[in-house]
């Protein structure tokens, strides 16, 4: 045994000082350290009588003090566990049973003193209560309680663990403000409260923690100002973590400049908005700066990279920023992820950029860059993700022949760039997407384009490519292909059908000739746009069931069934005017005859829409079914039928291939034309969302329409919510409320011809595998028109309470009354009843039954589903004040949706992508 260690080993029993003062006086451990001096003062006797019996006394003493140690150290680890709720037993070798705590879960304890060092629990689905008894170990150093439950404020109590160098409490349910007393850590190294539900202002008081280096506040819910002066003593900082804090407000405080040890600044979504100070050219140790999704404005500051040696990852992205491309930011050549996408930055990518020999991401789309791109970018032997779209980039490809490319992503669309697609991009093949539609390239496609094995996606469109299609073989994990809008001729390869996973083929508008080849029925094709063109001969009999019609459009010279021009009648093209004369009289008087007879028949026909002749329908699909209107019809029948609302009933079919879909009737009691409802449905079954149901298809007479949805088993919120048992758990619930507003965003703002939905109700509310919920039938009025609409909505008293209360008075529905609707299921999510219950002893409907009790004490309390864990309970709340915004009386009162997304996005758990490994400065514990 060293000097050294005999010294680490004495500390903590001859200098009593250094243990807390609690332990000492009172209890059990009191006593033992009393009895621990005792044994230190025989042992001092033993080695003043006999050097030579040093050896073996202190054999004899280490293991005598390590049995005192050791009882005393485990009773305060057993009085923590016992405040600790432990559902999977993972602490269930700490037992008072098991003598040796030092190989308890989670323990470590030092070689030498064998006193606990380091408690690590992390991701055990612990909660309860953390409970300071602990901070009774001397020599703890390392507390790690991540990736658990913990649901209380910061345990502000942890401070009197005087020693602690690494508090770790990050992704539990922390809630509260930072406190002005988190000045009391003052040992603390590294500080990890993300991932929390933490609060309020960043404090002044923080800045006194002097010897932190990690300080990580991500991912929780700080507001306000940034105070500059609390990183004026944080010189130690390495790693500084303030991201995902939309609520924060705030400019960049220029002290974060001075930390010149900083090597991880983590600022991403944090409401950050001001210019970038120029003491971040003083950042030189700085390996990641990640400053996207802020409001950051004016220019990256001139020369920013110089003398960074590290850098490796740098985010800028979606700000509005301006300015040239940071020239210097490859300096130290270890850049490896640059992101400046969707800003405002202009000019030139600058050719040093081809010295960034370590570059793996390169992303500056959705800019103003012009210019030529230098072209040594392109073979960065690094290079995997390279994304300039959407800028006014010139210039041709560069060919890629001989340089070892390891290129995955290619996207350079809507740009200016001129010449042909070099043959050297087919040869990479890593490649899986290559995207430049909407350039001005030019000449013929090189017959290996379609090689990479991995190739998933290649967008050529919107170019003036001339030659054939050259063969794709190779490529069996094509999912999609777009060469529309280019001048390509000859015929459409065979081999497209054998590429297993093909789905989207669109090859509009060039000069293609010859047949459909047959081989493409083998494809599950979602969508296959040949129109103008000029292909010939007979569609494939799937392909034309399968696919709007409008796909197959100018091509004069193709026939089949629905087509102008159908097969069979082709071929009697032939025969005289004379005979087709006759032909057309006889048909005239057959009409005739049909339509008198037709006209006797209506009134039974009305009265048994069941039945229906197959001739009046018209069916069109937007998706590959394989079914006919006959099937369609005779599936709905009662025994099929699921629901039934104001618009009218809904059925489940089993389509002949096994799949199942829903199928809506409504009432056409507008008589619209087909011409005018297709138009309407295929607009609607153009709206694509994870949140929103699929519109497959529609059949179409003058009496009804039927729309064809996708199947959704689990049923509607709606029936969920009936069930006397509904019991679903708060995230479940928080789920189908975040996945039913992103769908309503869409339909609002990201969806092109914009819907309102006008009819959110939990009936209308799917839920999908997971509890991600799909909304249906939004947009009916524009089917059966307004008119129709109204008088449907009126008749539904059930739809009622969903209704805002300026419906009827105003002409013109609104977004606002679609939020209103929203706002009535998230009160239905947050009481777990449906919004109208007639027959129940609480009759009113929810947004009344919530107004009156809202205001009275605990009211809040009351309304809140007692099914529900009190754990979610601050959620909830959240929500509940949500919801009360989005009923409010007036539609001005009411959030945007877009707000309504925010808000509660903000309250669902965030599961973080690794971006980098970070080696996170150890603490002093032993392990
Ligand atoms: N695509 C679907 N998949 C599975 N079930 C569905 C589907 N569409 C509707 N349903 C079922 O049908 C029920 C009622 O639907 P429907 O739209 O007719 O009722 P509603 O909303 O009360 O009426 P309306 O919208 O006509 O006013 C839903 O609660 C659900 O159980």
Redesign the pocket.
């Known amino acids: 045994m060293s000097l050294l260690e005999l010294k680490e080993l004495r500390l903590p029993v001859l200098h009593p000082l250094s243990l807390p003062i609690k332990s000492l006086h009172h209890g059990r451990a009191g006593k033992k350290k009393h009895r621990l001096e005792r044994a230190t003062t025989s042992s001092h006797l033993a080695m003043a009588s006999s050097f030579a019996h040093q050896a073996l006394f202190l054999s004899i003493f280490l293991s005598f003090l390590s049995t005192l140690n050791s009882s005393s150290e485990s009773d305060v680890l057993l009085t923590f566990k016992s405040s600790v709720e432990d559902p999977i037993l993972a602490l269930s070798n700490w037992s008072p049973n098991s003598t040796d705590h030092c190989n308890w879960t989670g323990i470590t304890c030092s070689k030498s003193t064998f006193l606990v060092t380091s408690i690590d629990l992390h991701n055990l689905n612990l909660s309860g209560d953390i409970y300071p008894s602990i901070c009774k170990l001397p020599q703890l150093s390392n507390l790690n309680l991540a990736n658990n439950y913990f649901n209380q404020p910061i345990p502000l109590q942890l401070s009197e663990c005087i020693g602690l160098v690494t508090l770790n409490l990050s992704n539990n349910l922390i809630w509260g403000t930072l406190p002005d007393q988190i000045f009391l850590f003052s040992s603390l190294v590294t500080l990890d409260l993300s991932r929390n539900r933490i609060g309020g202002e960043i404090p002044l008081s923080l800045g006194s923690l002097g010897k932190l280096q990690v300080l990580n506040l991500g991912s929780n819910s700080l507001s306000g100002i940034i105070h500059p002066p609390v990183f004026k003593n944080l010189s130690e900082l390495v790693l500084l973590d303030l991201s995902q804090n939309p609520s924060l407000a705030s400019e960049l405080p220029l002290e974060i400049g001075r930390l010149a040890k900083l090597r991880w600044l983590l600022m991403q979504k944090s409401g950050l908005f001001g210019s970038i100070p120029a003491s971040f050219l003083d950042l030189h140790e700085l390996e990641a700066l990640d400053l996207s999704q802020n409001n950051l404005t004016g220019s990256i500051p001139l020369g920013f990279g110089l003398g960074f040696l590290k850098l490796a990852y740098v985010d800028f992205s979606l700000n509005m920023l301006s300015g040239s491309f940071p020239t210097d930011v490859c300096y130290g050549k270890s850049l490896k992820d640059l992101s400046l996408h969707e800003n405002s930055f202009t000019g030139p990518i600058p050719s040093i950029i081809e010295k960034c020999s370590s570059l793996e991401r390169f992303q500056v789309q959705d800019n103003g860059f012009y210019g030529e791109l230098p072209p040594g970018l392109w073979s960065l032997p690094e290079l995997k993700l390279f994304r300039a779209e959407n800028n006014h980039i010139s210039g041709q490809l560069p060919d890629l022949i001989g340089s070892p490319s390891r290129l995955e992503q290619v996207q350079i669309d809507n740009n200016n760039f001129t010449g042909g697609i070099p043959r050297g991009f087919g040869l990479i093949h890593t490649m899986y997407r290559f995207s430049a539609s909407l350039n001005s390239f030019s000449g013929n496609l090189p017959e290996n384009i379609f090689d990479s094995p991995l190739l998933s996606i290649i967008n050529l469109s919107h170019n003036s490519l001339i030659g054939s299609i050259p063969e794709l073989k190779n490529c069996r994990k094509l999912v999609s292909l777009s060469l529309a809008d280019n001048s390509l001729t000859g015929s459409i390869p065979p081999s497209l059908g054998h590429l297993p996973v093909l789905t989207y083929i669109d090859i509009s508008n060039n000069k293609l000739s010859g047949e459909i080849p047959q081989d493409l029925q083998n494809l599950k094709l979602a969508l296959f746009n040949v129109s103008f063109n000029q292909l010939s001969g007979s569609v494939p009999l799937s392909l034309v069931s399968g696919l709007p019609a409008s796909f197959l459009q100018g091509n004069p010279d193709l026939c089949g069934p629905g087509l102008p021009n159908p097969c069979n009648l082709s071929s009697k093209r032939q025969s005289s005017r004379t005979s087709r004369l006759i032909w057309v009289v006889i048909l005239i008087s057959i009409v005739v005859g049909i339509l008198l007879l037709t006209a006797g028949l209506y009134a039974v026909y009305t009265l048994s829409r069941n039945k229906s002749s197959c001739g009046t329908w018209k069916l069109v699909f937007f998706y590959p079914l394989r079914i006919t209107e006959e099937e369609l019809l005779m599936a709905l029948v009662e025994k099929n039928a699921?629901?039934?609302?104001?618009?009218?009933?809904?059925h489940?079919v089993q389509i002949p291939g096994g799949e199942f879909?829903?199928v809506?009737r409504l009432l056409n009691s507008s008589n619209l034309s087909f011409g005018t409802v297709k138009a309407e449905i295929k607009n609607l079954a153009k709206a694509r969302h994870r949140n929103i149901?699929k519109l497959l298809g529609f059949c179409y007479s003058r009496g009804s329409i039927l729309l064809i949805?996708?199947?959704?088993?689990?049923?509607?919120l709606?029936?969920a919510l009936r069930k006397p048992d509904f019991s679903w758990d708060w995230r479940f619930r928080l789920k189908v409320a975040v996945g039913t507003a992103q769908g309503l965003l869409y339909l609002h703002k990201d969806y092109v011809s914009k819907i309102l939905h006008r009819?959110i109700?939990?009936?209308?509310i799917?839920i999908g595998d997971d509890f991600e919920p799909?909304m249906?039938?939004f947009g009916?009025d524009r089917i059966i028109g307004e008119a129709c609409y109204k008088s449907?909505?009126a008749s539904?008293l059930?739809?009622y309470c969903y209704m805002p209360p300026e419906y009827g008075c105003f002409k013109k529905p609104t977004e606002q009354m679609d939020v209103y609707s929203f706002g009535v299921v998230l009160l239905e999510l947050l009481t777990g009843r449906p919004a109208e219950q007639p027959e129940s002893r609480e009759s009113l409907d929810v947004v009344k039954l919530v107004r009156r009790k809202v205001n009275m004490t605990n009211g809040a309390f009351q309304i809140l589903d007692p099914k529900i864990s009190s754990s979610a309970q601050q959620d909830m709340l959240e929500v509940l004040d949500l919801a009360l915004r989005c009923t409010s009386v007036l539609p001005e009162k009411r959030p945007s949706i877009a707000d309504v997304v925010r808000s509660l996005q903000s309250l669902e758990p965030i599961v973080h992508p690794p971006v980098f490994s970070i080696e996170l400065p150890s603490g002093n514990s032993e392990h």
């Open positions: 699921i629901g039934e609302g104001a618009f009218g009933k809904v489940v879909v829903a809506k149901a949805f996708e199947y959704l088993q689990k049923g509607s709606g029936d009819n109700k939990s009936n209308n799917l799909k249906t039938d009916l449907s909505v539904e059930g739809s």
